[in-house]
């Protein structure tokens, strides 16, 4: 059982993890200083792929592809790159007690590593239908999605099952995205979600209408307004059957399961101050406790542009919060500090040829244009969400990078419309 001590440690090793690990590096950084903690048996990678390249039937993304920073046009950060810049990179294994007062984090090995500042970057864990007492659903066969050893197993899944039957289980980004991997793996898939339209949390009716229609003509059902009540499984505990809370009974070789996530706050949620779920965190990403910052999906943080506290769980996030902390921190040995985190929204999914791109907020009217009869192929259409004359959000499908770089200036700015008929020409 050994102590190890660090000026910084990274407690996580996802996104915010090798974001920060560059700021780090692009600050200073002196060999021995920085270490990164991570219950993952990878150096930190793109989770994003996952859902999408990582389970592609030709030419899937592997690791060390996919490794940050490339997902941002930034370096890939490999093993190599850690031990090359001196920073020790502590894989597969995971922190059981913190203590804030000691400055101390203990492994479930009962190593103990010492710091002088931290970063708890220990994003989400996906929620378990098991967690609401689903009959079954802890059955061979039903997947969830969240790190890489899930994918990997998932996509084993796919290639014993060829021509089987998939269902979705959740109408949100890992019920859309993995309908349409599992279809591109010529798996046939039902999806099924209690709205009465997809990625309600974002979408408005008609937004989800185009991808619906989209989503039926490649092969996808899509069972609404109702839910999984309960799993049947053979004798080998293998998943056949989900029973739906209708009535209804949906054969199923595989389930995927993407009904939310929960941040992973656990380890110090009552020795820092938690709002909205997660660790409450100033502009800086300081947390209630001094030399302890949060980042990436656990932090909620004040959100200027709406005067607002907001937890985000987007990758944008995770790397902007990352180098804003650690900005924070450098500046602050240098005797000079840095800008408030001044952050505007961005979210964005792939499925199929399609992908669409998000600013800002979904609040007010949402004016949607060219949705209805949009051409398949080369979709192409919008919306605005428009609040006391300014436009607050404003998403696109199949734009280009020019168009979503003015969309994002309009979402930042609040662009007045005095009509709606205006917004066609923003
Ligand atoms: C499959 C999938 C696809 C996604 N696709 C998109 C997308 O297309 N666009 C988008 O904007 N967002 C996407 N997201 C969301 C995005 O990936 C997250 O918001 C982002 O990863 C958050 O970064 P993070 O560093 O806070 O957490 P994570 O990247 O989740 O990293 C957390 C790390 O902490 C580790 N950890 C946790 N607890 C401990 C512990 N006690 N000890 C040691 N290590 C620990 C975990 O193992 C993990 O390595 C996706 C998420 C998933 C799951
Ligand atoms: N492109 C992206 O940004 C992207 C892609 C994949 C994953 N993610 C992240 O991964 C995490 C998990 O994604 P997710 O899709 O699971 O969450 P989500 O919040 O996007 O969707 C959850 C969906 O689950 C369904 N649901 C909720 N409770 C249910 C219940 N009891 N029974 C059946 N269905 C229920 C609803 O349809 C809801 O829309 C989130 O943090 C998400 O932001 C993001
Ligand atoms: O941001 C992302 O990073 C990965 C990939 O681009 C890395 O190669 C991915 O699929 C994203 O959406």
Redesign the pocket.
């Known amino acids: 059982m050994a102590e190890k001590s660090y000026k910084y440690i990274i407690l996580g090793g996802g996104v915010a993890a090798g974001y920060a690990a560059r700021e780090f590096v692009q600050q200073g950084l002196q060999a021995g200083e920085l270490a990164i903690i991570s219950k993952e048996p990878a150096a930190p990678y793109e989770r994003?792929a996952l859902?999408k390249a990582y389970l592609f039937p030709e030419s899937p993304a592997r690791l060390p592809g996919f490794h940050t920073c490339v997902g941002s046009g930034g370096e890939r950060q490999t093993p190599q790159w850690y031990s090359e810049k001196g920073i020790d990179l502590v894989l597969d294994t995971e922190v059981v007690e913190a203590s804030v007062a000691q400055k101390s984090l203990k492994t479930a090995s009962g190593d103990v590593y010492k710091y002088g500042a931290l970063i708890i970057a220990t994003g989400?864990t996906?929620?378990k239908?098991s967690d609401?007492g689903t009959p079954g659903a802890d059955a061979k066969g039903i997947y969830h999605l969240r790190e890489v050893e899930d994918a990997t197993a998932l996509y084993e899944a796919i290639k014993a099952n060829p021509n089987g039957n998939a269902v979705c289980?959740?109408?949100?980004?890992?019920?859309l995205?993995l309908a349409a991997v599992l279809n591109m793996n010529k798996m046939k898939v039902t999806m099924?979600?209690?709205?009465p339209f997809?990625?309600?949390?974002l979408f408005v009716s008609e937004i989800a209408a185009f991808y619906e229609g989209y989503y039926k003509e490649k092969g996808i059902e899509i069972v609404k307004g109702t839910?999984?009540s309960g799993f049947e499984s053979n004798e080998h505990g293998e998943v056949k059957v989900v029973k739906l809370k209708d009535g209804r009974e949906l054969p199923a070789d595989i389930v995927i399961v993407?009904?939310?996530?929960r941040p992973n706050i656990g380890l110090f949620k009552d020795q820092l101050t938690v709002e909205k779920g997660g660790f409450k965190v100033d502009g800086f990403f300081k947390t209630s406790a001094e030399n302890v910052y949060a980042v990436g999906?656990v932090a909620t943080f004040p959100l200027k542009l709406y005067n607002e506290l907001r937890r985000v769980?987007?990758?944008d996030h995770a790397r902007k919060s990352a180098i804003q902390a650690v900005q924070t921190i450098k500046a602050a040995e240098a005797g000079t500090s840095v800008e408030e985190y001044d952050y505007l929204p961005y979210?964005?999914?792939r499925a199929f040829s399609l992908s669409w791109q998000f600013y800002g907020d979904n609040v007010g009217d949402a004016v949607v244009w060219g949705a209805k009869g949009a051409d398949k192929v080369n979709a192409k259409f919008g919306a605005y969400w428009v609040k006391d004359g300014k436009v607050m959000g404003a998403f696109l499908e199949g734009g280009s990078a020019d168009e979503n770089k003015a969309l994002a200036t309009a979402a930042r700015n609040q662009v007045p419309v005095s009509t709606i008929k205006e917004l066609s020409n923003l």
């Open positions: 994003p859902s989400a996906f929620i239908l609401f289980v959740g109408g949100g980004y890992i019920g995205e099924v979600y209690p709205e997809c990625m309600p949390r839910v999984a993407g009904v939310g996530a999906d769980e987007h990758v979210f964005y999914s």
